[in-house]
Nanobody, 124 residues
Framework: QLQLVQSGGGLVQPGGSLRLSCATSESTKDIYAIGWFRQAPGKEREGVSCVSGDDRYTNYSASVKGRFTISRDNAKNMVYLQMNSLKPEDTGVYYC?????????????????WGQGAQVTVSS
């Protein structure tokens, strides 16, 4: 069973940057799409970014497009979410997740496997 272990997160001031990491227990290349989701206090979880299994397709929610970048290092079995120009509304618990999709990815659930979550707080 695929396992995802997250690292990164923390407290950052508005306008700052953070990078979230997601380590997978085995290679996801050409097998799993990886998505990043977040859940703000009192709100439903939402998809913010994803990359397809073949790495040819990425997608971003309108609220993060142009500020967040998803990338995958297949040699290290790692997926990253670089978050720039952070805003207070980006605050929440961020999750990485894997879904058995090859040529596309989705910003909606369900996904098959999930990381443990990481808190991101954007505040002055």
């Amino acid at each position: 069973q695929l396992q995802l272990v997250q690292s990164g997160g923390g407290l950052v001031q508005p306008g700052g940057s953070l990078r979230l990491s997601c380590a997978t227990s085995e290679s996801t290349k050409d097998i799993y799409a990886i998505g990043w989701f977040r859940q703000a206090p009192g709100k439903e979880r939402e998809g913010v970014s994803c990359v397809s299994g073949d790495d040819r397709y990425t997608n971003y929610s309108a609220s993060v497009k142009g500020r967040f970048t998803i990338s995958r290092d297949n040699a290290k079995n790692m997926v990253y979410l670089q978050m720039n120009s952070l805003k207070p509304e980006d605050t929440g618990v961020y999750y990485c997740a894997a879904d058995a999709l090859f040529r596309l990815c989705l910003l909606s659930e369900p996904y098959d496997y999930w990381g443990q979550g990481a808190q991101v707080t954007v505040s002055s």
